[in-house]
């Protein structure tokens, strides 16, 4: 059964920072790529970034070019999300994804 349970959100002014992670299992990890979606309230969900399995690859939406990095530990089957220069309109539930499967979320509130 694929687990995956995502950690680090809270409540933030912006500007300040936030590091996601998401602990994954049941299924071989390091062999597949990865992705961070999230969801604001009474929106749609969101695709936000995603990382090939050997990290030589990432891409994002263009919202968060250039203060948001993903990265993963394969040998800890864990995936990150270090989010800087936070904004409000970043306030959302944060999932991470693989293939059809998304976990438990984290709430990332942005707010002064």
């Known amino acids: 059964e694929v687990q995956l349970q995502a950690s680090g959100g809270g409540l933030v002014q912006p500007g300040g920072s936030l590091r996601l992670s998401c602990a994954a299992s049941?299924?071989?990890?390091?062999?597949?790529?990865l992705s961070w979606v999230r969801q604001a309230p009474g929106k749609a969900p969101e695709w936000v970034s995603a990382?090939?399995?050997?990290?030589?690859?990432?891409s994002y939406i263009d919202s968060v070019k250039g203060r948001f990095t993903i990265s993963r530990d394969n040998r800890v089957n864990t995936l990150y999300l270090q989010m800087n220069n936070l904004k409000p309109e970043d306030t959302a539930l944060y999932y991470c994804?693989?293939?059809?499967?998304r976990g438990q979320g984290t709430q990332v509130t942005v707010s002064s």
């Open positions: 990382i090939n399995p050997t990290s030589e690859f990432t």
């Open positions: 049941g299924f071989a990890f390091s062999r597949f790529g």
């Open positions: 994804q693989f293939g059809a499967s």
